[in-house]
């Protein structure tokens, strides 16, 4: 029987992938509390099925779970890890539609779309497999002649996991599977808003043959999110806290982790720059745009945030774009096979779009397409068209606007108008964040000024989308510390140690 208390165009061809619980050392549970939280669908705020919600006892219990399956699981030969993430990535792509379709029902991803996302997820695992076996050490040549120094490495212990609302397959197939192919445990609180595709993935796990205990999934309420966190960052059993989220809670989750000396891996907020040249390829730009953008809604933590375009072509860029959008982007159901842009994941999302794009019409910025939906126009409360602006050259200061300062997390673009590639770097680099970065230009020279220039730890040179499972992805400043992915992944959740031989 379905948990799902709504009628949906889809039907599951395993239902069991849906559950309300959380998954502790190879038990499904509701917490000690029995509460549960409710799940809503962003398409129209109905409810989906109310979760469990679980406790810091819980979450403690669940730590120690995890420690206990670490002793045993650390000596586990990496050529059997090895098998045991393949089986895990082919049990994914088997169940790769009904795990699409979560996605869209709790996170209002268009539904292919979400197949893309599943791909993706699945590249990480399929990456960090092959990987495995080739995680070890250095001969190092020593200074007495009569010792030898060798290095190793192994896991740390409990990784705490946890991962965000806006990618809710990917970043924990990003962070869970990295730390359980190099042999840790983990610990895994999914976003509030997405704990359906944590549990699906979860089922999954279990059904790839891996001990119990070796990947718990704790959901809780935005309410409790504090609770558990603490409790991720205090216990001493916990050796590693990855987070995916806001700038602000990364700082505090970091700082509390200090206190303990844990490592920590945070991917935390990004306020991309994208930087149309006067030489750039138009129609090129264009398409990395509403790649970078409007994908996800605008909701990607990579997206292109502030966007410069040379005063010289930013007219023609301006009627390639609009055309553009208007034929590449299909609002619809989330259902819809053809659909391919759909709500933000909230209420509190829309309110934010709202007040940028308020901000930017007071200083200046004239409103081209799309706009905040009459009630009566809408697609659903939390829907917003992809909206375009534009800054007449000459107004108010674009580092004073709303957007210039945090990030829009939602499809609204303003195009505004630069005169110097000093200027443009300038910009760019006036702020605190360092995720990822943008240019379009076809001046070879440029391209590596420019791309050493910008002071970022991605940058998409002619293109606008950077993520893959062989980059590392993460970024400087207040965007974060540590890189997920790329040839050095499973690093990341390992420890040195140095051995000395005497002769």
Known sequence: MSII??????????????????????????????????????????LICNVADLTREDTKHAIEVAHKAFLTYRKTPPRERRWLIRKWSDIIKANRED????????????????????????????????RIESLGGETIPAARGNNRIVTIRQPQGVVAAITPWNSPIAMITRKI??????????????????????IALGKLFERAGFPKGVFNVVTSSAEGSADIGAEMCENVLVKHLSFTGSTPVGKFLNGECAKSMKRTSMELGGNAPFIVFEDADLDGAAEGLITSKFRSS?????????????????????????????????????????????PLYSSK???????????????????????????????????????????????????????????????????????????????????????????????????????????????????GLVSACEMPF??????????????????????????????
């Open 177 to 198: 599977g990295a730390a359980i192919a190099a042999g840790n445990t983990v610990v895994c609180k999914p976003a509030p808003e997405t704990p359906l595709c944590a």
């Open 5 to 46: 208390q709504k009628d949906i165009p889809y039907e599951f061809k395993d239902a069991s992938l849906l559950d309300t619980r959380s998954f502790i050392g190879g038990e499904w549970v509701n917490g000690s509390t029995n509460k549960t939280f409710a799940v809503l669908d962003p398409e129209d705020d109905e």
């Open 349 to 463: 999302a829309v309110e934010k779009v709202k007040r940028h794009l308020e901000d930017a019409q007071s200083r200046g910025a004239e409103l081209i397409m799309g706009g905040i939906p009459k009630s009566e126009e809408g697609k659903g409360p939390n829907f917003i068209p992809p909206t375009l602006l534009v800054q007449p050259k000459g107004s108010a200061s674009r580092e004073e606007m709303a957007f210039s300062k945090e990030e829009t997390f939602g499809p609204l673009a303003t195009l505004l108008p630069f005169g110097t590639e000093e200027e443009a770097i300038e910009y760019s680099n006036n702020t605190e964040a360092g995720l990822a970065a943008y240019f379009y230009t076809q001046d070879m020279s440029r391209v590596w000024r420019v791309a050493e220039a910008l002071e970022v730890g991605m940058v998409g040179v002619r293109v």
């Open 99 to 130: 795990l699409a379709a979560i996605c869209t029902l709790e996170l209002g991803k268009p539904y292919t779309e979400s197949l893309v996302t599943v791909d993706y997820g699945t590249s990480f695992l399929d990456w960090f497999e092959t």
């Open 298 to 342: 605008g909701q990607t933590c990579v997206c292109a945030n502030r966007i410069l375009v040379h005063q010289s072509v930013i007219g023609r860029f301006k009627g390639v774009l609009q055309e553009k959008l208007g034929k590449s982007l299909i609002l619809g159901s989330v259902w819809d096979r053809k659909t391919n842009f759909g």
């Open 474 to 503: 993460g970024g400087v400043g207040e965007s974060g510390a540590g890189r997920e992915g790329g040839g050095s992944c499973l690093e990341e959740y390992t420890e040195v140690k140095a051995i000395t031989f005497g002769l």
